[in-house]
């Protein structure tokens, strides 16, 4: 069974800095073509946060109110994904989910799509 768990939300004050974590699970995944993070405050739509996709080359791409606070990055030995936030602001405060597409053998291999339960980020002074 496949799991995406999300780690390392939290509260903290407007410009501080925190980072998630996302670990991938599951004995039939063969690859992971894109993974990326997501983000819903409330009443709101969810929103694309920073994503990549594999190819020749990772490429990332990131949500225009990043603005370069926020890195993604991956670890590909330990099937992880990260997201260092710095600079955060109130506006930031939302339930980041993670994301991936995956090539899943079960047994035939086919292209799916999960979803984490998310992680709480609250900017608050």
């Known amino acids: 069974q496949v799991q995406l768990v999300e780690s390392g939300g939290g509260t903290v004050q407007p410009g501080g800095s925190l980072r998630l974590s996302c670990t991938i699970s599951?004995?039939?995944?063969?690859?992971?073509?894109?993974a990326g993070w997501y983000r819903q405050a409330p009443g709101q739509q969810r929103e694309l946060v920073a994503r990549f996709t594999s190819g020749g080359s990772t490429n990332y791409n990131y949500g225009d109110f990043v603005k370069g606070r926020f890195t993604m990055s991956r670890d590909n030995a330990k099937n992880m994904v990260y997201l260092q936030m710095n600079g955060l602001k109130p506006e930031d405060t939302a339930v980041y989910y993670c994301?991936?597409?995956?090539?899943?053998?079960?047994?035939?291999?086919?292209?799916?799509?999960?979803w984490g339960k998310g992680t709480l980020v609250t900017v608050s002074s």
């Open positions: 599951g004995k039939n995944i063969i690859k992971i073509n894109s």
């Open positions: 994301n991936a597409e995956m090539l899943i053998e079960q047994p035939i291999r086919m292209d799916l799509q999960y």
